[in-house]
């Protein structure tokens, strides 16, 4: 048998050189240095390494509702203000109802405690996937209890989407911090805006992961939590409420919502305002003026001025980590 022949591997010089002649080749050709290529899959290409402009844009997604909680759809930049650290800050990209692709990491609580109300929580969270998903758009599937298991990656394809929902099965304990930490993880490199959609009874049993640690996550991921929690009402004698507070403040400080429902019409409804909001959100946009805080946490505060703005509330994001994720 012959023996396998080791490829030769260029050295690095000759590796710049012919990168060198390459470009020389090329310019003289009249052609740019690079081309780019149409990607499979867009989101998957923009998680690799590129050269970046400008990174010190920072994006506020805000959702403004009046007394009833219903959306507000008609305002302009000028109904805005935006502070950081209490600066205030020049709006330099604004948009309303966003058409930027959304990418949905949903995590469905399957500890033991959630086995009577699971197969309502399958039917909702399904529906909502069918409602919400444009061709642009991305959901990843994941299961909590005493693990996290991610049973589909980023995709539009419904019926991949179907099958994993399918795949829910009961565990045993509770890993609901985690499946926080690591649907972050997922998010982070994502491009547009990222959601997270946790369906819970709201007790967390073995994490490895703090409350404190899955919020700095979900805040440097720039995730936006909306948390459904499926007990029967928001306070019920003898409950450990300690996991639906910490899902309750986690939600505010991302800029997302809360919601209780135990029922499946109760269910749908709490879906079907996510998918409402997700779809009257505006975008605002800045590149700060003034650094004045040691730490490297920024807080934000978005205020409604002018005239139609009375009665009504902006939620949105309560900051953002300048360090990276990790």
Not at 5 to 27: D, G, H, N, Q
Not at 188 to 210: A, C, F, L, P, W
Not at 291 to 320: M, P
């Amino acid at each position: 048998m012959p023996t396998p022949c080791r490829p030769i591997l260029p050295t690095r010089s000759t590796t710049t050189f012919l990168r060198l002649a390459a470009v020389v080749l090329l310019l003289a050709a009249g052609l740019p240095a690079s081309t780019a290529t149409p990607a499979e899959d867009p989101q998957k290409d923009a998680q690799e390494p590129a050269i970046s402009v400008d990174v010190k844009l920072v994006n506020v997604f805000a959702t403004v509702t009046d007394a009833n909680g219903a959306p507000a759809r008609t305002l302009t930049k000028e109904n805005f203000a935006l502070l950081e650290d209490g600066i205030p800050q020049s709006i330099s990209v604004f948009s309303r109802e966003s058409q930027l692709p959304l990418s949905i990491v949903m995590a469905i609580d399957a500890s033991l405690s959630t086995k009577k109300d699971l197969k309502l929580e399958l039917t909702s969270a399904r529906r909502f996937a069918h409602e919400i998903l444009r061709p642009q758009d991305s959901l990843a599937l994941y299961q909590f209890s005493e693990v996290v298991e991610e049973l589909v990656p980023f995709t539009a394809d419904l019926k991949r989407i179907d099958a994993s929902i399918d795949r829910v099965h009961v565990g045993s304990a509770t890993a609901m911090y985690d499946a926080i930490y690591l649907g972050a993880d997922a998010l982070y490199k994502r491009q547009g805006r990222k959601i997270m959609v946790i369906i819970t009874d709201g007790g967390d049993t073995m994490s490895g992961t703090s409350y404190q640690e899955a919020l700095r996550a979900a805040q440097q991921a720039e995730a936006t939590v909306y948390s459904v929690i499926v007990v029967p009402i928001e306070a019920s004698a003898g409950r450990d409420l300690g996991g639906e507070h910490a899902l309750i403040q986690l939600s505010r400080d991302t800029g997302g919502k809360y919601f209780y429902a135990d029922t499946l019409p109760r269910l749908d409804q709490a879906f079907r305002q996510i998918s409402e909001e997700l779809r009257t959100q505006y975008l605002l946009a800045y590149y700060p003026v003034r650094r004045i805080a040691d730490s490297d946490f920024r807080k934000l505060n978005v205020e409604l001025k002018g005239s139609g703005t009375e009665g009504l509330k902006a939620r949105h994001r309560s900051g953002y980590y300048t360090s990276k994720f990790k």
